[in-house]
């Protein structure tokens, strides 16, 4: 199965040879797999090199003059380390571009903390005019941005080295819309981007002990389908949300805001609700923050058999 920075080289050499205003930029990564898009496209692609806050300053340069700016590197130091620029030289200047990372959360647990990154959606979601997408495959991601990289808008893909393995129909995949992976009657499973393998496998074992999940399947965070999560959580009255993100804004936040008003509801989040200091594989730190199928599967026995804490 195609990894999605290997989609991201692709998507771009796609659209950079139909769309002349396409200008790619990256912080020394990934420029291995983009020069294919920079022999076609001449004059393109630029390897800033790492001076992230200088690199989304140089992008809203290329956005003020009419061209498509797209900015490429890590999580923590595209969004977190550069979030000054992002808000004053984007959002500030109501100028549109697309901002696209890798090492979200903890894709690079092997290179220590300094590479987790937890708050990167929730700081791109309080931009004004911003968009923000976490797909959980390659074709996610080329679907959602090429319907979206045109966009007057700050765009946001964060791009997981963890593919959740699920393949939807690509009319299914739209910007701004839930995918229900998983119908079910007695709780909602609300998955973000990779989890989706985790809420599926607990869902399953859920199964087998007659609860009967419903799993939704969250790649746009900004916008996002309110009326799902209304229309799911009416008909079983129980959500737990699974994000890798922190516990602090999320799909959590988004979740409780779309049902608020609405009457009783039991809810559980299972996210990153405290900074990770230790070493570890990705699933070694996703099992220390409660986000794995085992931990899904308890959080909604103790929704169905009324066990809240």
């Not at 090429?146 to 964060?158: D, L, P, T, V």
Request: aromatic share 8%.
């Amino acid at each position: 199965m195609k990894g999605l920075r290997e989609q991201f080289a692709d998507t771009m050499l796609r659209l950079g040879q139909q769309d002349d205003s396409l200008v790619v930029m990256v912080g020394d990564i990934s420029h291995g797999i983009l020069q294919p898009f920079a022999k076609a496209c001449p004059g393109r692609f630029f390897n800033i090199g790492i001076l992230e806050p200088s690199m989304v300053s140089v992008a809203a340069g290329f956005s003020k003059q009419g061209l498509t700016p797209v900015t490429h590197t890590i999580a923590p130091f595209l969004i977190e380390r550069s979030f000054e620029q992002l808000k004053l030289d984007f959002g500030y200047q109501h100028l549109a571009g697309n901002f696209i990372s890798v090492g979200g959360a903890f894709d690079y647990a092997q290179l220590g903390c300094s590479h987790h990154c937890y708050t990167d959606v929730s700081l791109m979601s309080h931009l004004p005019g911003s968009q923000v997408f976490c797909p959980g495959s390659a074709e996610e991601f080329d679907v959602l941005f090429s319907a979206e990289y045109r966009a007057s808008a700050i765009n946001y893909f964060r791009l997981t080295e963890n593919p959740h393995g699920v393949e939807f129909d690509r009319k299914d995949i739209q910007p701004g819309k839930i995918i229900c992976a998983r119908t079910g009657s007695e709780a909602t499973i609300v998955a973000l981007g990779p989890q989706l393998k985790n809420a599926l496998a607990a869902a399953e074992a859920l199964a087998k002990e007659n609860i009967d999940a419903e799993v939704l399947y969250v790649h746009s965070v900004k916008p996002f389908d309110s009326d799902a999560i209304v229309n799911s959580v009416a008909k079983t009255g129980r959500v737990v949300v699974v994000e890798e993100l922190s516990a602090q804004d999320g799909v959590y936040n988004a979740v409780l805001r779309a049902w608020n008003g609405r009457g009783k509801m039991q809810s559980k989040q299972l996210a990153i609700d405290h900074f990770i200091h230790g070493y570890g594989s990705y699933d070694d730190l996703c099992e220390r923050s409660g986000l794995s199928a085992s931990n899904i599967e308890q959080a909604v026995k103790s929704l169905v058999h009324h066990e809240v804490d």
